[in-house]
């Protein structure tokens, strides 16, 4: 696939995609070994040469990795105001720049994929390519089994209908019922509104899965980068054909 030179040069961290064309127009890019000084001009990264000031510039390596976040951080990068807890402190040890793939709210724990590759973070979230994400919930009151095909039909929500792709009791614990929930969309507080409409307000809520991988047995609060046989079932999962050599290992 070709990109403008500026933004390729952008994407491998040179410069911002302005400052770029400054580059070109001083001379100081080469594609394949010429001088190139026109700003419109559009390079394949798989078989050109770029090179800035007689360097070699390249793309970062992809990155992907996994968080178990606890509860009490917010999912973004950086501080924030307000002085709450970020994912940022958990993975500050990666040199990369890498987003996390969708929220998990203040208060969930559990599986976070973080990425530098936007092409599969776009497909984990667009439900147009029904990845499912596991959730375990604590809820409040004992959910009777026959609850559960309602569950499994949908409810319309304020913003739009929704409609698990599956919901199973694990335990009851006292006054409390642990559920199995999977949605294969990520919109903003699905499962706890969900639930709370059936009555059962969510007490505690954990991401387990996003489609074939599982949080495991990853410490809270720590971090590890997927396995090749993982990052080739996610991106088969999302229809995408994986090559190694691109990923940092
Ligand atoms: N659904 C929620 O309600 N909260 C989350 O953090 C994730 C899914």
New binding site residues.
Partial sequence: MQVRLNRYLSMCGVTSRRKADDLIKQGRVKVNGEVVRSLGVRIDPDTDRVEVDGKEVKPPKKRYVILNKPSGYLTQLGTSPDGRRTIQELIKDIPERVYPVG???YN?EGLLLLTNDGELANRVLHPRYKLPKV?VALVKGVVPKNKLRKMRAGIELEDAFAKPDDVKILRYEGPRTWIQITFHEGRK?????FLARFGHPVVK?I?VAIGPIRLGDLPKGKWRDLTGREIGRLFKAVGLKYSPQEVKG
């Avoid at 507080?189 to 509104?193: L, S």
């Fill in positions: 929220r998990l709210d969930t959730y507080h699905i499962v706890k509104r809520l991401r």
